[in-house]
């Protein structure tokens, strides 16, 4: 899954970050109202988790104007948790709300609750090349029907390519999206999980764009 974190506590944001990027997820953040609405409106993500005391534009703003957009799921984070303000966060079209301080693993199975009510029963897949299939929901390949094993850091890659299918992605922009800063720094790491991907599916899969970054091409 991807998400996107608007939330202006540094300290607070780097965790959620670690948090949910140590459980497999895509995860991009931003620390002002105005600039996670825009990332809000012009990417695509499957969570959005917002909190509602933030610079430049507060969080309601900042929801009231994405529901003008999209339909992007929100799940509200603030200190204000009185019961009007919980209603007003409902009916600016958020999905859920949790109240600060909170405990971590709540915030996730509230995650997982909102997760839930957006796929229903449905199992969408994603097809990858002929005879491969992801199921983003459940975070597993399919090879004819049968799972493939992958890493969670590859899972990661995968779905990041997919999402991004046509476009250059630099090796920064891999390394800031799907690695803690101790591993980013190593030379080779984003070649290594490029390497693991390809064993899988084939060489021709990831072009390389010498000095720009790699491509995923559909066969």
């Known amino acids: 899954m ?6 202006d506590d540094d300290d ?3 965790l959620l970050v670690n948090t949910l990027r140590e459980d497999g997820h895509v995860v991009e953040s931003e620390s002002s109202g105005a600039d ?5 409106v012009y990417q695509d ?18 929801l009231r104007r994405l529901r003008d957009r999209k339909s992007t799921p929100v799940l509200v984070l603030t200190s204000m948790d009185s019961p009007s303000d919980r209603v007003r966060g409902l009916d600016l079209g958020s999905d859920d709300y949790i109240s600060k301080p909170f405990d971590i693993h709540e ?12 796929t229903g ?3 969408q897949l994603i097809d990858i090349i002929p005879g491969f299939q992801m199921d983003p929901a459940a975070r597993i390949v399919l090879q004819d029907g049968k799972r493939v094993e992958m890493t969670a850091r590859e899972l ?6 997919l999402q991004r299918r046509g476009s250059i992605i630099s090796k920064d922009q891999i390394r800031e999206l799907l690695f803690e800063e101790c591993e980013a720094g190593e030379s080779n790491v984003v070649e290594v999980y490029i390497y693991g991907l390809r064993k899988k599916f084939g060489r021709s899969t990831i072009k390389t764009h010498r000095g720009l970054g790699y491509e995923w091409v559909d066969a």
Request: net charge positive; charged share 30%.
């Open 2 to 7: 991807k998400f996107l974190i608007i939330e």
């Open 12 to 14: 607070l944001r780097t």
């Open 36 to 40: 996670g609405l825009s990332r809000a």
């Open 45 to 62: 993500y499957d969570l959005i988790i917002l909190d509602v005391m933030l610079p430049q534009l507060d969080g309601w703003e900042v």
């Open 107 to 118: 915030l996730k199975a509230r995650i997982r609750a909102v997760m839930r009510r957006q």
């Open 121 to 123: 029963e449905r199992r």
């Open 156 to 161: 990661n890659l995968l779905e990041l390519f």
